[in-house]
């Protein structure tokens, strides 16, 4: 059974930052491209961020760029979210997912999902 659990997200004042971990469980984590996307109230979920399985491959949203660094530990299979300078509109439900096409982000398994929230 496959199992992803996020955790790390919380109340945070616009430009702090927080750290997300993703524990991956019942998969073999090394070999899938991992990703990060987010859901605010009354939105669609949107693409955040995904890094390749060996680590040497990201790509991050626009609207993130430059603020959030995602990497993974493959000896822990736990993928990470490093938030930097967070805005207002980074509010929202971040879920991990295993990526099954990269550029197109379709993903096969995800996480329950942490509530990361901004505040002014």
């Known amino acids: 059974q496959v199992q992803l659990v996020e955790s790390g997200g919380g109340l945070v004042q616009a430009g702090g930052s927080l750290r997300l971990s993703c524990a991956a469980s019942g998969l073999t984590f090394s070999p899938r491209s991992m990703g990060w996307f987010r859901q605010a109230p009354g939105k669609q979920r949107d693409f955040v961020a995904a890094?390749?399985?060996?680590?040497?491959?990201?790509s991050y949203a626009d609207s993130v760029k430059g603020r959030f660094t995602i990497s993974r530990d493959n000896a822990k299979n736990t993928l990470y979210l490093h938030m930097n300078s967070l805005k207002l509109e980074d509010t929202a439900v971040y879920y991990c997912a295993t990526l099954t096409r990269w550029s197109s982000w379709e993903a096969d398994y995800w996480g329950q999902g942490t509530q990361v929230t901004v505040s002014s």
């Open positions: 890094i390749t399985w060996i680590g040497g491959g990201t």
